[in-house]
């Protein structure tokens, strides 16, 4: 495995040769003027220095009081911890999936790119837990997320470690928000920072570092999800999205009539969500559309046919009378064009005995909620991101605006009675 990666991309490749970027646009919050106790290297250290991931950041100031005070909204500075984050690693993933698309790794059998996707993730998390460790200073740090460095431990992921290593402190380089170069073990201790189980009570960040992975991989649309949970409630979210238009996707199929690529969806509970370009152009209030009828409806859903019946989708769009094609894109990106009003439905029904997890839903379903929408169950229940890593959902998800979601729960409990009393094929 390792060695693929090593042909596929090998350090200081094209990251080297694409000329340096403008620091991204996120400053770091007023009240930074303590840091977490990292070694810091001058820019012209080599890579690869000896840092070591500090296991929790000294307790210098509260998040809590800070966000809380003096007339600034709540969550503000995990807000902007959020968006630098989140704009950091879709960096990387940018970098990553342009290479994979200018290689022929898609069709070679000994460059597996689903290798590639893995060390992209790896790099994203630990991108987001650095960028959020060096941003909020609060007492302990609790992140759920999808990846841990079991695999990369082994003496067999030494070179894959090492590219992984190579592309974080490149990035890094690149923004040039943080002088810092992270180790191999620094590495490592960064993605464990990804091991909490998260529940209903304290603060835990829940990360998808590439949701979409599959899209990700065809070039299509991926994002890069992030959420804060306070007390088991989303009271963030920050979706980065960078193949989606930041324009309305007017003809929706995926293409936009504006022709700004990459969107940055963000939302706090209580004050409204919002979009902005990945680079930081001035944030747009969103909200749902105002639809009420479901014939001027559109839905949007799972583009693999693995993630979600189509045909079930299929049944309830067309009881409720909804006449346009499916919109199928990969990822939350769906929540986020959704929740500025580019299709009025949502919906999201996993095969039989799928576990959804709360990194899939949390940052989207914020956004969504937070510009008017209603996120649910297949049974009108809320989602509970309070217990532990799964969600605990009856069947599907589903999701639009107020106006429409009475009738679409109800050609959602129609088309899954007859679903299930439908003679099951042999
Ligand atoms: N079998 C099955 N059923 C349902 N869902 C599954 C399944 N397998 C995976 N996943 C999860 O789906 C996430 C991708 O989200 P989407 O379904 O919205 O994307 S896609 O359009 O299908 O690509 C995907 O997220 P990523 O793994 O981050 O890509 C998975 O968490
Ligand atoms: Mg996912």
Redesign the pocket.
């Known amino acids: 495995m390792a060695s693929r990666v090593g042909l596929l991309l090998a350090p200081s490749s094209s990251l080297a040769r694409n000329p340096p970027r403008a620091r991204l646009p996120y400053p770091l919050p007023s009240h930074h003027l303590g840091r977490p106790t990292y070694r810091r290297f001058a820019s012209s250290a080599p890579l690869r220095s000896p840092l070591w991931w500090p296991r929790q950041a000294p307790p210098l100031f509260s998040a809590r009081a800070m966000s809380g005070s003096a007339g600034s909204p709540p969550y503000a500075a995990e807000l902007a911890a959020a968006k630098k984050a989140v704009a950091l690693a879709a960096r990387l993933c940018q970098t990553v999936q342009q290479e994979i698309l200018q290689s022929d790794i898609q069709s070679k059998a000994d460059k597996s790119p689903v290798t590639v996707a893995d060390y992209v993730?790896v790099g994203s998390q630990v991108l987001v837990s650095l960028a959020l460790n060096m941003e909020v200073t609060s007492g302990s740090f609790s992140m759920v997320a999808?990846e841990d460095s079991e695999d990369l431990r082994k003496d067999s992921a030494e070179e894959i470690l090492e590219h992984i290593t190579d592309l974080v402190n490149e990035t890094l380089a690149e923004d040039g928000s943080y002088n810092i170069t992270l180790s191999k073990e620094g590495i490592l201790s960064a993605i464990d920072t990804g091991k909490s189980e998260g529940g209903p009570s304290g603060r835990h960040w829940v990360l998808?570092?590439?949701?979409?992975?599959?899209?990700?991989l065809r070039g299509?649309?991926?994002a890069i999800?992030l959420a804060l949970l306070d007390e088991g409630k989303v009271v963030l979210g920050v979706l980065g999205c960078p193949n989606l238009p930041l324009a309305s996707i007017s003809n929706l199929n995926g293409s936009s009539c504006g022709d700004q690529m990459g969107a940055l969806f963000s939302a706090t509970v209580g004050c409204g969500a919002e979009v902005e370009s990945l680079e930081g152009s001035p944030p747009q209030k969103i909200s749902v559309c105002t639809i009420d009828n479901p014939v001027n409806a559109s839905f949007f859903?799972?583009?693999?046919?693995?993630?979600?019946m189509h045909d079930l989708t299929g049944s309830i769009a067309e009881k409720l009378g909804v006449q346009a094609p499916p919109v199928?894109?990969?990822?939350?990106?769906?929540y986020g064009a959704l929740a500025r009003g580019d299709g009025a439905i949502y919906l999201?029904f996993?095969?039989k005995g799928?576990k959804?997890?709360i990194?899939?839903h949390a940052a989207g379903a914020i956004v969504v909620t937070e510009a008017g929408g209603v996120v649910t169950d297949a049974s009108g229940n809320d989602l509970d991101f309070s217990k532990g890593r799964f969600l605990d959902v009856d069947t599907g998800i589903i999701a639009t605006n107020k106006q429409l979601m009475p009738s679409l729960l109800k050609s959602v409990q129609e088309a899954i009675k007859e679903k299930s009393q439908a003679p099951s094929p042999l």
């Open positions: 993730h999808e998808d570092p590439i949701d979409g992975t599959k899209g990700f299509g649309q991926y999800a859903e799972s583009y693999e046919g693995a993630h979600t199928r894109i990969d990822s939350q990106a769906k999201r996993p095969h799928y959804e997890k990194w899939d």
